[in-house]
């Protein structure tokens, strides 16, 4: 095998976000661009010789070239063995999965996610450690540091192997295993659920439902799951082939993206349950008929019911939520008498927690669940373990939401995205904001009076680590509360999200609509932050 050394220099823009590295195609096309950071990652990786990487991605435009560099750059940097999913395919749950079960040393996942793909689009590398989970904060910082200086990569002179079909081939020295993306996981979702129930109840003729996979990673995963596995008619995953540009859509699965699913679920005869996923399958929506749930409901209904699901029968060691995510979760794990913690934005904060055992599930407000069967959070687990609440429970979406909203209250939540808005204004707004915080304890707007105000920092329980700068967290005296910040997985100017919440204890005002219910709130933030001067933006350009 010849290993070239290739002289390159280094792209000052290689700082991974919230969720790895996420750039436009064109950027990840310039010539040594993609090298240059997956040099970075192998450069910062003590001990990786030798080692197993698994390696896959969402199916987006570029994930095939991407993945044949990355094989030929592993076998030049003595590797020791990779699997690679089929077709180069490998969701981020299914990847993590992966990591776990062979032991790898880590994973390289090829995905921008919800971001938009094709040769137009995005696309995006993040880099997972031997817990299966996103790599910690000191992981990427080192990763960012070497692409700040590297004067070099290497990358073997080989031919491309064929990823179409399940082999066990060499470059070198360095195994190359194709393999099944979508096996090992569809059999750890059946060791969790109660498949046996979901198929009597998908068999029954009371009850319909419908996944749309957004023509992203999810459909290879959810036909063989919901359809072959469980039984379920075949057409139930809509949208089902992975193409390498989405169709053309967004594969955000929220009311605005996921509008195909959207049509059918709010239509006369809607199925009784509805559920869509996005690029990588980390994300999912729950919808029942003609009912919508928020995913922070979502995060406390399925913490409400855990017991009721095999693989959690036996109780949870606690919980967590993003910052952001609504307390809904919280006053379930109050009951249940179990930890709550909160964490930054990003699954990367719930992996300690997770390894140590002080959390079983987590979640985010950004249709983000999962728990400590793999170390990201996970869209087809989410649906099935909703399916098995329905099974057992035997009654509809919306009642079950309704009767929590019942014993728990309800917390009326939304968020507002200004999508590419121009950088630097958005950064001013949040500059003021972070000023203006300390003062802020006491003061009154209107009805509201300031609970407490600070910018979100967050010390790590198990190893210490601080991350600061997480967010602008105003909380008022009644509980309820806005935060804003700046998106980490971006690629166009600044996205400025603002996330509203506020909790209603009496059942008849249950029903109010939830953006008439916020309305103070909204205008409060307006007023505070003054997000129209600084975006300028009459309104946002999603409301989740
Ligand atoms: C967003 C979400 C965050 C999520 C992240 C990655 O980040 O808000 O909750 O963890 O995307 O999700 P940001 O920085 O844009 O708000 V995914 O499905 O892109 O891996
Ligand atoms: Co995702």
């Not at 592993?74 to 981020?92: D, E, H, M, P």
């Not at 997972?128 to 910690?136: E, L, R, S, Y």
């Not at 068999?203 to 419908?210: A, E, Q, T, V």
């Not at 917390?411 to 949040?430: G, I, Q």
């Amino acid at each position: 095998m010849d290993i070239r050394t290739v002289s390159t220099t280094p792209f000052s823009d290689q700082k991974p976000g919230t969720s790895g590295l996420r750039k436009s195609v064109t950027v990840f096309q310039k010539p040594h661009y993609l090298e240059n950071f997956v040099q970075s990652i192998f450069d910062s990786l003590e001990g990786c010789q030798g080692q197993t990487l698994v390696l896959g991605g969402d199916g987006r435009y570029y994930n095939r070239q991407a993945i044949q560099t990355i094989l030929k750059m592993a076998a030049a940097n003595g590797i020791g063995r990779i699997l690679v999913g089929r077709g180069g395919i490998l969701s981020t749950p299914a990847a993590s999965c992966i990591i776990r079960k062979y032991k790898a040393f880590g994973g390289i996942i090829l995905s921008a996610s919800h971001n938009p793909g094709g040769p137009d689009g995005d696309f995006g590398i993040k880099y997972n450690i031997t817990n299966g989970g996103p790599a910690p904060e000191k992981v990427t910082e080192a990763i960012y540091a070497r692409s700040k200086v590297i004067d070099s990569y290497k990358i073997a002179d080989v031919a491309d192997i064929n990823l179409d079909k399940l082999s066990v081939s060499r470059i070198g020295e360095m195994g190359v295993e194709v393999i099944d993306p979508v096996e090992p996981y569809a059999r750890l979702m059946e060791s969790l659920f109660d498949f046996d129930r979901i198929r009597e109840l998908i068999k029954g003729d009371s009850f319909s439902l419908c996944m749309d996979s957004l023509h992203a990673v999810t459909g290879p995963y959810a036909k063989n799951i919901l359809e072959q596995r469980l039984g379920a008619p075949g057409g139930t995953v809509q949208n089902g082939e992975p193409l390498e540009d989405f169709g053309g859509g967004h594969p955000d699965p929220n009311l605005v993206y996921a509008h195909d699913l959207v049509e059918v679920m709010f239509a006369d005869n809607a199925p009784d349950f509805g559920a869509a996923s996005d690029g990588d399958g980390d994300r999912n929506m729950i919808l029942g008929n003609k009912f919508f749930v928020t995913p922070s409901d979502s995060l406390a209904v399925l913490t409400a019911n855990a017991h009721l699901v095999p693989g959690y029968k036996d109780g949870l060691s606690g919980v967590a939520r993003s910052m952001p995510t609504s307390a809904a979760v919280d006053r379930v794990a109050a009951k249940l008498g179990i930890d709550c913690y909160e964490t930054p934005t990003g699954w990367k904060f719930f992996g300690n927690l997770l390894d140590a055992d002080k959390a079983t599930l987590c979640g985010e407000e950004s249709f983000g669940t999962g728990s400590n069967h793999v170390r990201e959070k996970d869209g087809l687990w989410a649906v099935l373990f909703w399916l098995n609440i329905l099974a057992v429970k035997g009654e509809s979406v919306e009642d079950i939401v309704r009767n929590h909203w019942q014993t728990y209250g309800r917390n009326f939540y939304s968020r507002h995205d200004y999508e590419e808005v121009a950088k630097e204004p958005a950064t001013e707004l949040m500059e003021r904001l972070r000023s203006s915080v300390g003062e802020m304890k006491g003061k009154k707007f209107g009805a509201y009076e300031v609970d407490y105000a600070d910018d979100f920092s967050y010390t790590d329980p198990i190893d210490g680590s601080v991350s600061s700068k997480q967010g602008i967290r105003i909380g008022f005296t009644d509980g309820s509360r806005i935060v804003f910040r700046l998106s980490g997985t971006g690629t166009k100017g600044a996205t400025l999200r603002v996330y509203l919440e506020s909790y209603e204890p009496d059942a008849s005002k249950h029903s109010v609509e939830t953006q008439a219910a916020l309305k103070p709130l909204i205008d409060l933030a307006e007023e505070i932050a003054q997000i129209r001067k600084f975006t300028e933006r009459e309104e946002p350009t999603v409301i989740t």
